[in-house]
């Protein structure tokens, strides 16, 4: 097998994950995996609710990505679900690549399937050697060879009832009866084929598995066949599998994972199981668990860790599991449960998802101020929210484009050297929202710089922000108490009149178009992540989510029975259960001005984060949000449609309803205020002034005239040619 580039063994290799809880091993498995240069897709059963949103705090690695919630399925134990989730990640993973991306080179030369309690058991070298090399790696048997016990041809004969039957005595009598019934014509319903079984966990060559997928597609009475099947996961790709070998089509490998069954299933492993597992030399291995077998999980991190890294010492980076305690504060990148791995000191860590620089990439010097917007379709509100950028201090924003078709990298290109486009042809769901690409980004060329993180429709204010170049002194001043984040509540702003009546252009003063606001009733809820405290309430809460108000008697009763509900052990795993819960309103709080680092993280936009330090006592801001504008139906449209936002664009269904019901919809009314300054939020208490911040800000205006403030085309003529635009 040839090289990899790079030191990416796995590059070549793509692993689909089937999984449905215990989101921190998951997050572990995938990090392990595309450390090695491994690309991953993930599909997470539709009800797994909790684990989705912890992996959407936590975050993807680069080369992650998870099939978004109306393409996955709620897998039952011996159902036909499992294997369409297969299907799904198959596909997504053969998908033809996005116009521009590095298509050819990133295509998945083979296709691993493991579930989210797998882990490799070996070092990523022999992963490759083992797997990439062109043969077919399953557990392939004659369904007529197996024992009776073993349920031989009768899974294949009639359809049975689906769940676990070690759990129910009634449903295992059921299902081992069922057949009894009638069988159905083997040689007639297979077309000749011969019933083949199998572990359900193989690792097939892409030629392969495009070739299954056209058989497929080409005949749907296939999987109509093993929708009436028992537990069709252990026979459905095995049979295809096994047809294909019985024409030489293809060659047979070993199997691609071990595990050890013990009734019904696969037991968790623990370290007595764990000598054998490594005398198999089988890659990966199953079922771990961290919270029951820690020891075993690290066990098997190190055995899969590169034996030339000798073994783990104070300084070495692999991935472990973390400590059941977590020490808050700590800037170490702990997220989830486990520790992320630091890039290699002087390597650049790979794009994800075809992320690439549009024109010369940034080289901000040393000591700027960046500014970075992820934006699609922001045409209308983008030319004034980086004006107002450039006139706080940014020295250079960055810009990441989702597939805009409304003019805005005309925006972006008309700044040419102030701001730098970054193309970003992916999904913006499987991107965590965004979150991943702003990440990959940061840690390529921000390291070392205060960094502005906005949405195209939010204004930064702080205390003294009114001065022209004020963030500088801000930055300056965070430095100088070591901090190295500004924490923000968001505060929506809106016109006088009817929305659809606006008739705001490009390069219009947002502030001026949209000036009213409701002073906010704000109320803290913790949170686990940085900053640790999450601000509800205001205008949308009020407007388009009253049931989310603690105060409404009928809130506070659903929340009262759900939290005595859920002491109930049996409900608290149920989906059902979980989709009853008290629903929020959208979060106020964000993180918008952070000094990146290695370690600095994005978890759900700015809303969380990895640890930052912060200084008691130190100065907030307010986000001045322009959702409001006369594009507000057709934005909400575009999202509903697309289902692009957070839990399905629940959000922005809410929206529409609300514009249904009132053509003339305005949110102007008796409770609104018009926007005067930063004064007027400071003495409203939504930001925080200090003594300290107020002394630095009349020193710098003591000190000599105005600071710094980025001129249109700040680098001139002699700047753009270094830059090699």
């Not at 989210?116 to 490759?128: F, N, Q, S, V």
């Amino acid at each position: 097998m040839p090289d990899a580039p790079g030191g990416s063994p796995l590059a070549g290799l793509g692993c689909l994950v089937l999984a449905h809880e215990n989101a921190p091993q998951i997050r572990l498995l995938l990090d392990r995996l595309t450390r090695g240069g491994a690309r991953c897709w993930v599909h997470l059963d539709r009800r797994a609710e909790e684990t989705r949103a912890a992996l959407h705090l936590a975050g993807l690695p680069a080369g992650a990505e998870l099939l978004p919630r109306q393409r996955s399925f709620a897998a039952e134990w011996g159902g036909f679900a499992m294997v369409e989730a297969t299907l799904a990640l198959m596909r997504a993973a053969l998908a033809p690549p996005a116009e521009g991306a590095a298509g050819a080179a990133r295509a998945p030369r083979a296709l691993c399937l493991l579930s989210g309690t797998h882990l490799p058991i070996r070092p990523a070298a022999e992963i490759a050697d083992l797997l990439l090399d062109g043969r077919e790696h399953a557990d392939l048997r004659f369904a007529c060879a197996e024992p009776p016990e073993r349920e031989s041809l009768r899974r294949f004969w009639y359809p049975t009832l689906r769940g676990r039957e070690q759990d129910s005595r009634l449903l295992r009598l059921v299902n081992r009866n069922a057949w009894r019934l009638g069988r159905r014509d083997l040689a007639r319903g297979l077309r000749g084929m011969t019933p083949m079984v199998g572990s359900q966990w193989w690792c097939l060559t892409a030629g392969t598995a495009r070739r299954m997928l056209e058989f497929l597609d080409a005949n749907p009475w296939y999987a109509r066949f093993f929708r009436l099947a028992h537990i069709p996961d252990e026979s459905f790709f095995q049979t295809l599998l096994g047809a294909f070998v019985a024409r030489g089509a293809v060659r047979l490998g070993p199997p691609s994972s071990y595990q050890v069954m013990e009734g019904y299933g696969p037991r968790i492993l623990g370290v007595r199981d764990l000598p054998p597992a490594f005398a198999s030399g089988l890659p990966f291995a199953r079922k771990f668990d961290s919270r029951i077998e820690p020891e075993a999980v690290s066990l098997a991190l190190a055995a899969s860790g590169d034996p030339a890294a000798g073994a783990a010492g104070p300084g070495d980076d692999r991935t472990v599991v973390a400590g059941r305690r977590r020490r808050r504060g700590r800037s170490d990148g702990r997220m989830g449960g486990i520790v992320t791995p630091a890039a290699a000191p002087g390597k650049a860590a790979p794009l994800p998802d075809g992320l690439a620089p549009v024109g010369a990439p940034p080289a901000p010097r040393a000591g700027e101020i960046l500014a970075l917007i992820v934006a699609r379709n922001e045409a209308l509100r983008l030319p004034s929210a980086l004006a107002h950028a450039r006139r706080l201090g940014v020295d250079r924003a960055i810009l990441i484009d989702n597939g805009s078709r409304d003019g805005t990298r005309a925006v972006a290109e008309a700044e040419r050297g102030w701001v730098h486009l970054i193309d970003a042809p992916g999904s913006y769901a499987g991107s965590n929202f965004g979150v991943d690409w702003t990440n990959a980004v940061l840690d390529r060329w921000a390291r070392g710089h205060w960094v502005l993180v906005l949405d195209a429709d939010e204004v930064l204010v702080f205390p003294g922000s009114e001065r022209d170049g004020s963030l500088r002194a801000l930055c300056a001043h965070l430095d100088a108490i070591g901090s190295e984040a500004l924490r923000a509540v968001l505060l929506d702003c809106f016109p006088a009149g009817p929305l659809h009546e606006m008739a705001f252009r490009p390069g219009d003063d947002l502030v001026a178009a949209a000036p009213f606001f409701e002073p906010p009733r704000l109320r803290e809820e913790p949170c686990e992540h940085f900053p640790y405290v999450q601000q509800y309430g205001g205008l949308r809460e009020r407007v388009f989510f009253p049931e989310a108000d603690p105060r409404r008697p009928a809130r506070f009763l659903h929340r009262r029975l759900y939290n005595l509900a859920w002491r109930l052990r049996p409900l608290r795993g149920a989906a059902w259960f979980r989709a009853l819960a008290p629903r929020c309103s959208p979060n106020l709080t964000k993180v918008p001005l952070v000094r990146w680092r290695e370690g600095a993280r994005l978890i759900a936009s700015t809303h969380m984060l990895a640890p930052m330090a912060m200084a008691a006592g130190q100065p907030t801001g307010v986000l001045l949000h322009f959702k409001f504008l006369q594009d507000f139906h057709a934005r909400a449209l575009d999202a509903v449609a697309r289902g692009a936002h957070f839990d399905d664009s629940r959000e922005y269904r809410r929206y529409l309803a609300a514009l249904a019901a009132d053509p003339q919809f305005r949110l102007h009314g008796p409770r609104s205020v018009g926007y005067s300054g930063p004064d007027q939020l400071l003495r409203l208490g939504l930001m925080r002034d200090s003594e300290a911040w107020r002394t630095a800000r009349a020193d710098a205006e003591c000190d000599g005239g105005a600071p710094h403030v980025p001129a249109r085309h700040a680098l001139g003529a002699e700047g753009l040619a270094k830059e090699g635009t």
